[in-house]
Nanobody, 121 residues
Framework: QVQLVESGGGLVQPGGSLRLSCAASGSIWRIDAMGWYRRAPGNQRELVAVITSIGSTNYADSVKGRFTISRDNAKNTVYLQMNSLKPEDTAVYYC???????????????WGQGTQVTVSS
């Protein structure tokens, strides 16, 4: 099986920074795209940022210039550096990985358990 485990969430004041990490483990042959999503209370889950296996990135307009996604393929880990945080960034952040367990298996869509980010003074 495959597991994604997030860490790094917490409480931060407006204007502050946090760095989220997500490590994938288990039976993994290859990880394609990895990404971060978030769900604020009363809202639907939305894409925050995504990074492909070769490092191409895409961001939600609301976080461009403030958040940076990166990955360490040797560690099967994706990061989200969040700067200039705003109260509207408050949400549960979820890690996502598009992962193949064998060369011939169908690519699976895996999710972490989520980590809370709260931006408040």
């Amino acid at each position: 099986q495959v597991q994604l485990v997030e860490s790094g969430g917490g409480l931060v004041q407006p204007g502050g920074s946090l760095r989220l990490s997500c490590a994938a483990s288990g039976s993994i042959w290859r990880i394609d795209a990895m990404g971060w999503y978030r769900r604020a209370p009363g809202n639907q889950r939305e894409l925050v940022a995504v990074i492909t296996s070769i490092g191409s990135t895409n961001y939600a307009d609301s976080v461009k210039g403030r958040f940076t996604i990166s990955r360490d393929n040797a560690k099967n880990t994706v990061y989200l550096q969040m700067n200039s945080l705003k109260p509207e960034d408050t949400a549960v952040y979820y890690c996502n990985g598009m992962i193949r367990q064998t060369p011939v298996s169908v690519r699976g869509d895996y999710w972490g358990q989520g980590t809370q980010v709260t931006v408040s003074s």
